[in-house]
């Protein structure tokens, strides 16, 4: 389980806090999704997590262990992170997922590493691309190469930032089905940031959503309402049930 609790950070003394007190649980298997305007400090809370930020108070506890206190190895072994757009530089599909067990084998590779990157590439369906040079590849199966390399570390959590920002509509439903289905079968956790509410909607089991340095709405789908859409976004929105899901339409910026 995820438990952050109590966690404030700024950048700059002389500036105010960024978050200002967060608390936010997740459970084993998980899949929490991130909400909030830009700037709200969504990046800023996941780079603590993954140790890039040091927060100046509060905790980040994974299974009974202070995440913050770990080293860099040891936590990469726990929490693995998909960006928005990750650069592999010229290396080819295996190689850059290979790079994903590094906390593992330290200087040199094993034939154990090289096994555990052949089974993601093959779960994955990934084989046929395996000698590609990555950066010939397109936005969605690069982004899929990023989420096999986080599977490589076998993290307990993985933090994905906004992993659909880049692609088109059918590599996004593509990504977070993929996403979903590694989550339900490993029991990973994730916490992923989506700024897409109908996405977040069919993706997130519990919801989270960021103003003014604290977690100002947390829940399942329930919390979701036009509501705290207007609190946290200001727009109007409504909510309609089609076929048994719930969909959001609207987004009126808001003219109170
Ligand atoms: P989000 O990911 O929700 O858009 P961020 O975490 O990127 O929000 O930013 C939260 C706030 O922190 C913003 O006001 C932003 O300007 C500020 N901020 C982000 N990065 C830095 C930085 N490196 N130095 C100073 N302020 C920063």
Partial sequence: MLSIDNLTFRYNTHDGNVLNGVNLQLEDGQIGILLGKNGSGKTTLFQSILGI??????????????????????????????????????LTVFDSVLLGRVSYFGMK?????????????REMHLESLAQRNVEELSGGERQKIAIARAMAQAPR?????EPTGNLDIANEQLIMEEAKKLSREKGISILCSLHDLNQALSFGDRFFFLKDGIVRYAGGQEIITPEVIRDIFDI???????DGETYIIGGKPNER
């Fill in 53 to 90: 930020r040091k927060p100046q108070k509060g905790a980040i506890c994974f299974d009974g262990e202070d995440l913050l206190k770990l080293s860099r190895k040891e936590r990469a072994r726990r929490v693995a992170y998909v960006p928005q757009d990750i650069q592999f530089g010229a």
């Fill in 109 to 121: 590779s094993s034939s154990e590493d090289y096994k555990a990157v052949e089974t993601i590439l």
């Fill in 157 to 161: 959590l993985m933090v994905f930032d």
């Fill in 236 to 242: 109007d929105v409504r909510l309609v049930v089609f």
